[in-house]
């Protein structure tokens, strides 16, 4: 099966700075990859995807981008606020549906 | 009006013990899932219905049996509970027109004593 590795594990950034979460894929079959926000004692939510015929999308201060040649994507949160704090998933799906191990960003006021 | 609902939220059980796990989602998706996040945070696919037929199977052990009475709910039944059965259990679901993207609902966190 697809192993999807996500780094890093925990992320603490200033309010304000940026924060960048990267996950590699090895399923050459993948064409979707979400992300999730999992705040503390509820279930994920999608806050962004792209698809494989994109290299990037943006959605204000969330923006992914995708190289399917390295089988890479990251996560781009800009002018990062408390509230951003989480744990963030990807996920990549072709054959089948794998998530990365999450990444815990805290953002420090 | 709650997408993707779970009950109970919490649930503490003894060892050995049989347990079940509601789902209920009215979005009228066709594919529901279960998943279970454990003390690490790792979420690991357990199961997913698609028109009440089971499509997927992650080598959960047998002492866990979904079952779907409609298209709406997808339950989880659990016998003889481990401690190792420990986490949070989540239950999600899609549309079969939007490929892939799902929504969760709060999760179930299971503790076996």
């Known amino acids: 099966g697809e192993n999807v590795e996500q780094h890093p594990s925990t992320l603490s950034v200033q309010e304000g700075d940026s924060a960048v979460i990267k996950c590699t894929y090895s399923d050459s079959a993948s064409n979707y990859f979400p992300w999730y926000k999992q705040e503390l004692g509820k279930g994920p939510q999608l806050i962004i995807d792209?698809?494989?015929?994109?290299g990037e999308k943006k959605d204000q201060r969330i923006a992914v981008t995708l190289n399917k040649t390295a089988k890479h994507f990251s996560l781009h949160i800009t002018e990062t606020q408390p509230e951003d704090s989480a744990v963030y998933f990807c996920?990549?799906?072709?054959?089948?549906?794998?998530f990365g191990a999450g990444t815990r960003l805290t953002v420090k006021p | 009006d709650t997408a993707v609902s779970q009950t109970p939220k919490y649930l503490v059980t003894q060892m050995g013990n049989d347990k079940s796990i509601k789902c209920e989602q009215n979005l009228g998706h066709d594919t529901m899932y279960w998943y279970k996040q454990d003390s690490k945070k790792f979420l690991k696919i357990m199961f997913s219905y698609n028109n009440k037929e089971l499509i997927i199977n992650e080598t959960v052990p047998n002492r866990f049996s979904p079952k779907s009475p409609d298209k709406a709910h997808l339950n989880l039944h659990i016998n003889s509970l481990e401690l190792g059965d420990s986490a949070v259990y989540f239950c999600?679901?899609?549309?079969?027109?939007?490929?892939?993207?799902?929504?969760f609902g709060p999760g179930t966190r299971l503790t076996v004593t």
């Open positions: 792209i698809r494989s015929n994109v």
């Open positions: 996920a990549a799906i072709g054959n089948d549906m794998r």
């Open positions: 999600a679901s899609r549309s079969g027109t939007v490929a892939y993207e799902q929504y």
